[in-house]
């Protein structure tokens, strides 16, 4: 329960009235917000509350008919987040210890003094902001689920490892899957191959910030069709910074994207064809000055673009003077067209006569004009000859390469030239002289529109018949066609006879219209790409100017500009005192400003707009206040993002168990973790005002710098060295560098990992392999040396011999395999480019493998460290001939991820194979149980995974996967 936002309604319950009146004037002092009503008792207050909403309950504890906490219990029944605040003279450890058990959202001991109900007025305006902050996440989460159960878009949900958990019906209908079938997907579930780099990346910033993220990812829907989708990616977190939810909103623009791409091709041929238009074309603003020429202009005037450029136009023009070219202007608004003829003169004083096509563009808030010129002497000196000869001399002469055709009215016959028939792709036999078949051509939109031309001609309405319109081709395609005509002869009655007349191409003509309508569409749409509302003050008349889209960018409620007086009460009332003082000191001053403000939308949106001035002055006197609007929300936003995901940044970096150093690359620590300071002993303060090379025994001054010169590709850069605490003592470390940007300059972040224990084991493992190397190999070497002497002497039973000597060899291989595990453990050397066809085979023949046989079917190249891939293919066919026999035939054959290498032998039980890569163990009385071991060390210290399973003919099969193909 709670009242309205802009008044914040209190019941102060104590069964002292003065005391309460008291409160109720010193704290509406304090904060004009608030509306207090006071209640003597617990019962009174019950009633109170069952009638009215409050937003907070300030009450005393020792009352008659209830106390304070017992208040508290009945209205913690019905108002479970309501702000209680127990406000009490009878304060003790054991009533707040209650009180809080209770539920009590604060608790404040009365005080003498005033100053009490300051303290009092502050607990109860942040219990009342926390309250209704909460009501409206709470409002919030309610609107977030409608939204994306109703958005017309599609909305995926994942859980923080990404995976799906929550689709919307739109998503379903987009993507062709149910909600059962993606959850627990991942996106790779629903994203083309082409997309995964870019989606993975996303998918990264995502995981290690907060904020939201745009992307356009080509998709594959359930039917396997590939679709592009708009995709706005968001980490939704509370005040802490825990991730709450990971959304994805995203659309099939398909379709735009196929329009966009149609749009920049057509852009593009707009180009083109302005450059190589046969028309003269020109760009010129509003005083006249050409802007652009294209080429066909350039060549008429024989002047390079750069001495066109910059002139005026009635410089060029020498029939219309500058005053009437500014009334033309003047009388055209955005997109009208005005077509005239004039006189256009050369440098060399040559005139020349032109047909001009004027277009107010929609650009530079309509400053800019093309003119379309063309040269019609040519036509001018047909006309003059026309004008001497008969109506069908006329008509004829006029048709001069042009198509002409003969109307027959009585009978309905056409005759027609061969341009006539060449201009629609047909030859003159191909035509069929009548005019129905004439009809038949003209596009049926435009057909009503000819008839109806004609008709008015026949009338006498008009002295010729001219329309445009468009005709089908011989190849089926439509071309826009000029049809001129006239009635040559009537009859006695005045019927007509004949007619004639001519066909004129302006399919061109007509392209490049539509080109430049999509042209000034698109220039109209790229005024609000920038986002920025202009406005104007007059200081004189207090008139004010606001540009269309300020008026879009403020919701559009307006209808026209409100007055100086009202103008800046668009703006939160919190905010606007310093726009109003801005425009005040511009006005009075000549200040330029540039403040920030919020402004609420008419669907209640709050937008933060930034709000510039620049004055213009005279005779240093403000003439004019000019200036833009410009939303910012999303930067403030950004702002916000960035200064949390320090604060965030810090919080883990000082949380980190691992000492961790920000080093300048003047080799001074920039900051270090609170691990650093516990680990070395020495304070913060101390550590900022030492180096690297203070506290790392085996680093000299100036090896920051070929550090950052020497970091790999992959970023990280890893070695092992000694600090020395404060008191002395020197623990080794393993250090992970890598190159950070800190405060906008680059630096190295280190993170230092106690290794002691891993040294200490790494002595006792080089102890043990020192053990086994010497006290048990020399012994063993003494041992067959008697053996090899005793065979020689023949000394002693052959086959007791035989087998002392079997036992010698596997004593040999368990003592090699035990010093394999003990000294090359988990690390591997220098990785290099492997052929893994060839690589196979040399490793087959290092191996005593009887009559068993090798099937190589691979063709892949890997990154490996030779020798010790070497020591697992070694080992793997070793094991298949122990349990497989002479005669088994081993395979080593392609995965996708990586390679397999099986037996056609007896295989391994299910029940065992858990236990097969475990030290010790194996099923032959040959083997020393640490082969296999070997193998999957080798494995993951190359980060692979070796996996055993049955092969194709019963045998064993090891997959080797996760090892990707070398580049």
């Keep these: ?54 937003d907070c309950i300030v009450s005393d504890y020792d009352m008659p008919d209830r106390n304070g906490i017992e208040f508290l219990g009945t209205v913690r029944e019905e108002y479970e987040d309501l702000p209680f605040i127990l406000y009490t003279g009878k304060g003790s450890e054991e009533i707040a210890s209650k009180a809080i058990s209770a539920g009590v959202t ?188 294209n080429q066909q202009f350039c060549e008429v005037f024989d ?93 004829a002469v006029e048709g001069a390469g042009l198509g002409v055709w003969d109307w027959d009215m009585t009978t309905d016959a056409v005759e027609f030239n061969e341009r006539w028939a060449t201009m629609l792709g047909y030859t003159l036999d191909e035509i069929e002289p009548h005019v129905d078949a004439w009809e038949s051509r003209v596009h049926p939109d435009d057909l009503e529109g000819v008839n109806e031309a004609l008709e008015a001609h026949i009338n006498g309405e008009t002295p010729h018949y001219d329309t445009e319109h468009r005709m089908r081709t011989a190849a089926g395609d439509w071309k826009w066609i000029r049809d001129i005509g006239r009635i040559v002869e009537r009859d006695e009655d005045g019927d007509p006879v004949r007619a004639v007349g001519i066909h004129l191409d302006i399919d061109d003509r007509k392209r490049r219209e539509r080109e430049l309508e999509r042209t000034r569409d698109l220039l109209e749409q790229t005024e609000h790409i920038a986002d920025v509302g202009g406005w104007e003050i007059d200081t004189d008349t207090k008139e004010v100017f606001w540009t269309e889209h300020l008026f879009e960018l403020l919701g559009g409620q307006y209808d026209e500009e409100p007055p100086l007086s009202e103008a800046l009460d668009v703006y939160h009332e919190d905010d606007r005192p310093a726009v109003e003082a801005a425009v005040e000191t511009a006005l009075s001053d000549g200040d330029s400003f540039d403040v920030n403000a919020r402004f609420r939308r008419p669907d209640g949106e709050i937008r933060w707009l930034r709000i510039q001035g620049e004055p213009t002055l005279a005779d240093d006197e403000v003439t004019t206040l000019r200036g833009a609007v410009q939303d910012v929300t999303e930067q403030r936003a950004r702002e916000r ?18 000492s961790a150093w920000v080093i300048g690359l003047d080799e001074t620590f920039l900051a270090v973790n609170e691990a650093a300071v516990d680990r070395t002993g020495y304070t913060r303060e101390e550590l900022q005002s030492m180096g690297p090379h203070d506290i790392d025994v085996e680093l000299e001054p100036g090896e920051i710098s070929s550090l950052v010169q020497d970091m790999p590709d992959d970023g990280v850069q890893v070695i092992e060295t000694v600090h020395e605490t404060k008191d002395g003592r020197r623990i080794p470390v393993e250090i992970n560098s890598s190159l950070i940007s800190y405060e906008d300059e680059t630096a190295v972040l280190s993170i230092a990992r106690d290794i002691s224990d891993r040294k200490r084991r790494e002595r006792q493992l080089e102890e043990f392999a020192s053990i086994v190397s010497h006290d048990l190999r020399n012994p063993l070497t003494v041992a067959q040396g008697w053996l090899e002497i005793a ?83 070694e080992n793997l066919f070793r094991n298949a001939v122990e349990h497989g026999g002479d005669q088994v035939t081993v395979t080593v054959g392609e995965l996708d991820t990586g390679f397999y290498v099986e037996d056609d032998g007896p295989g391994i039980p299910p029940e065992d194979r858990e236990d097969v890569f475990g030290y010790g163990y194996s099923t032959s009385e040959d083997g020393t149980g640490f082969g296999l071991s070997i193998v999957k060390q080798i494995a993951e210290a190359h980060d692979w995974d070796i996996r055993l399973t049955e092969g194709t003919d019963g045998g064993a099969r090891f997959e080797v996967i996760g090892v990707p193909a070398d580049s």
């Design 1 to 54: 329960m709670t009242a309205t936002t802009n008044t914040i309604s209190i019941l102060h319950v104590d069964d002292e009235s003065e005391f309460a009146e008291m409160a109720t004037t010193f704290l509406e002092r304090e904060d004009d917000r608030f509306v207090i009503e006071t209640a003597t008792g617990a019962d009174e207050a019950v009633e109170y509350l069952a009638d009215n909403d409050v």
């Design 791 to 873: 065979r020689e002497e023949g000394d002693g039973d052959a086959e007791s011999l035989e087998r002392i000597g079997e036992a010698h060899h596997r004593m040999n291989r368990l003592i090699e395999d035990l010093l394999t595990l003990a000294r090359e453990g988990n690390d591997v050397g220098e990785r290099e480019s492997v052929d893994l066809a060839s690589f196979v085979d040399r490793c087959w023949k290092n191996v005593a493998t009887a009559d068993a046989t090798l099937r190589v079917d691979i063709d892949r190249t890997i990154r490996a460290d030779p020798t010790r891939l070497e020591q697992l293919f």
């Design 641 to 658: 993002d960035l200064q949390r995901a320090r604060e965030e940044y810090e919080e883990l970096f000082n949380g980190m168990n691992d």
């Design 106 to 293: 604060d608790y404040l001991q009365k005080e003498t003094g005033t100053g009490q109900y300051t303290v009092l007025a502050n607990r109860i305006t942040n219990a009342v902001k926390q309250y209704r902050a909460k009501r409206e996440l709470e409002a919030s989460q309610k609107r977030l689920s409608l939204f994306i159960e109703q958005s017309p878009l599609g909305v995926l949900e994942y859980d923080n490892e990404f995976n799906i958990v929550g689709v919307n019906e739109a998503a379903e209908e987009i993507l062709g899957y149910s909600e059962a079938e993606l959850q627990g997907e991942t996106w790779e579930q629903i994203v083309a191959s082409s997309s995964y780099e870019n989606v993975d990346d996303v998918t990264s910033a995502l995981a290690e910030t907060e904020g939201g993220y745009h992307s356009v990812d080509e998709n594959v829907r359930k039917d396997g069709e590939h679709i592009v989708c708009e995709w706005h990616n968001r980490v939704v977190t509370d005040d802490d910074g825990e991730v709450l939810a990971i959304f994805s909103l995203f659309q099939d623009i398909t379709d735009r994207k196929e329009h966009e791409e149609r749009l920049e091709r057509s852009t593009a041929r707009l180009k083109v064809l302005f450059e190589n238009s046969p028309d003269m074309i020109d760009i010129h603003t509003d005083d006249g000055t050409v802007i652009d020429v």
């Design 303 to 395: 002047q390079p673009k750069e001495a066109l450029v910059g002139r005026k136009v009635w410089d060029i023009d020498q029939e219309l003077s500058a005053e009437e070219l500014r009334d033309l202007w003047d009388g055209m608004e955005i997109g009208d067209r005005r077509e005239l003829e004039t006189e256009f003169e050369r440098d060399d004083g040559k005139r020349f006569p032109v047909e001009v096509h004027i277009t107010r563009l929609p650009v530079e808030d309509g400053t800019r004009f093309m003119v379309v010129s063309r040269d019609i002497t040519e036509r001018r000196e047909r006309l003059r000859e026309i004008q001497t000869l008969n109506e069908r001399l006329e008509l």
